[in-house]
């Protein structure tokens, strides 16, 4: 069905530094013909007072301005956001809770576009990241010699926590350019390399430009899964680089979805997890209390701060967690109901996969295999080590593989 113009009571507006004089024709007129009009103060300090024109400056949090909003669906409400309101913006928090068919975005240019023609850089060629209310971790998977990443920053003091993040990472040299108020007439750039960077404090509204150069001693985290184990915070328990790597492809992770670690250990599973792509989650359930201490910051170390921490022995910490999209169970998988609560607990089409290095849980495996099917192998790695004067291959444990995905 579609939508008519007026049927669209939403107007969300972009605008920049330059204000009104920046804004189009069709802008001006929704931002002219609102009945209520809806920003953040700096925002509606840049358009000029309407006569019989309400306004309203967002509220902390945000969301308490919704039922303001909500109330007049129908009449005519503008929102003024900065630049793209749909790229980080909250274009895309209005539309949850207002239908696409009601609303519509005007956008302006965004920090990203500016930034990247500021540069010179081509902007398909540019990894865009916002730390704006988020971790600076998430910077961490991006860092790749001659990278470009342009960077949403929280506030005037990102410039300088960015630099003493990229010199503890081994890309010191890298370049960084503080955009300040880009169009605007308070348009200013601050430059430096991490190393060099001396400036405490930019203006607060800031996007970074970050031209990455690796030092000698420089951590890239690589695209494929199979991380080296001794980068992870680890007692010993940890699913080796070689098994991890074919859980993980087993796994298979895909944009969005939703994994359970149960019997996380280090969490390197979620982690790895986590990196195949920035939108999705993972839930590590760990009951020892020292493995699950590490679990946090090994996820700060390797920037996906965001894997989530249940402590608790499956499977009663499951209870209550939202449902997964695959299923990881590398510990606890001879107690009482793991299996079955986890595969019970699995959406329709999602996989589960479960390593077992004793006999006890490889007969689980076996027997559970004959009941639900699924694919079976085993895993044994050798790997060189010294023997006395010489080398010699020093066999693992060999591990037993089950995977089986759930009929749809």
């Not at 000698?216 to 991890?244: C, M, Y």
């Amino acid at each position: 069905m579609n939508s008519t113009a007026s049927s669209r009571w939403l107007s969300v507006v972009g605008i920049g530094e330059d204000g009104w004089d920046g804004l189009s024709p069709a802008a001006r007129a929704l931002v002219e013909g609102a009945e209520l009009l809806v920003g953040g103060a700096r925002h509606l300090s840049l358009v000029p007072d309407i006569a019989r024109q309400e306004r309203l400056a967002w509220p902390s949090p945000l969301s308490d301005a919704f039922p303001a909003l909500l109330e007049r669906r129908g009449r005519r409400v503008c929102v003024l956001a900065s630049g793209d309101p749909s790229w980080y913006g909250v274009g895309a928090t209005l539309s949850r809770i207002v239908p696409t068919a009601e609303t519509l975005v005007v956008p302006a240019p965004s920090s990203f576009s500016l930034a990247a023609a500021r540069m010179g850089w081509p902007l398909q060629e540019c990894t865009c990241l916002t730390v704006h209310g988020r971790p600076l971790e998430l910077v961490i998977p991006h860092l790749h010699p001659s990278a470009r990443l342009l960077v949403l920053s929280w506030d005037g003091t990102t410039p300088a926590k960015l630099a003493a993040l990229l010199r503890a990472r081994g890309f010191g040299p890298s370049r960084i350019t503080a955009l300040e108020a880009m169009g605007g007439p308070r348009e200013r750039r601050v430059e430096a390399t991490a190393d060099a960077w001396d400036t405490e404090r930019v203006a607060d509204l800031n996007t970074l430009a970050v031209e990455c150069v690796a030092a000698p001693n420089a951590r890239s985290l690589p695209r494929t899964p199979g991380l080296p184990d001794d980068w992870f915070e680890h007692d010993g328990q940890i699913t080796k680089r070689e098994v991890r790597a074919v859980t993980l492809s087993w796994l298979a992770p895909r944009r969005g979805e939703l994994l359970w670690d149960v019997g996380a250990g280090s969490g390197s599973i979620g982690v790895e997890w986590m990196l195949s792509d920035p939108t999705n989650r993972a839930i590590a359930v760990e009951h020892k209390d020292d493995r699950a201490a590490r679990i946090p910051a090994n996820a700060a170390a390797f920037g996906v701060p965001g894997l989530e921490l249940v402590r608790g022995k499956a499977p009663d910490a499951l209870a209550g967690l939202p449902a997964p999209d695959a299923v990881f169970i590398g510990g606890g998988l001879t107690n009482d109901g793991v299996l079955d609560a986890c595969w019970g607990a699995l959406k329709p089409g999602g996989r589960l996969v479960a390593n077992a290095v004793t006999l006890e849980s490889e007969a689980m495996l076996i027997a559970t295999h004959k009941r639900l099917g699924g694919q079976l192998s085993q895993i044994a790695v050798s790997r060189a080590a010294p023997i006395g004067g010489f080398t010699g291959w020093r066999p693992l444990m060999p591990v037993t593989l089950w995977m089986v995905e759930k009929p749809a």
